[in-house]
């Protein structure tokens, strides 16, 4: 797990993840994981940037659930429409 609000890290721990307490978008991520759940912040399309990212730590043929923000579905501004057109020409699949 990976959260940056220290009162959310010491709850993973204590619940007996691994969790690392930093800025997720600054994290290194490699195609490691078979599937990947999150909840990003929404503010400002933070979420998109989120899920883009976590995209890269998944291997090929790897699921990712996220929360997103209901403008994603909706909003006309060019990162939603990047967005979706990305999820889009992958058919919903990475």
């Known amino acids: ?22 800025d997720f978008l600054l994290s290194r991520v490699a195609p490691l994981f078979d599937r990947v759940v999150m909840n990003p912040p929404f503010d400002g399309g933070r979420d998109i940037d989120h899920v883009t990212h976590a995209l890269k730590a998944l291997k090929i043929g790897g699921r990712l659930v996220s929360v ?11 990162k939603p429409r990047a967005f979706r057109a990305m999820v889009e020409r992958h058919g919903g699949r990475f």
């Open 1 to 22: 797990c990976i959260e940056v609000q220290p009162r959310y890290l010491q709850s993973l721990k204590a619940r007996g993840f691994r969790a690392y307490g930093e």
């Open 68 to 78: 997103m923000a209901a403008g994603v579905e909706f909003r006309e501004d060019a």
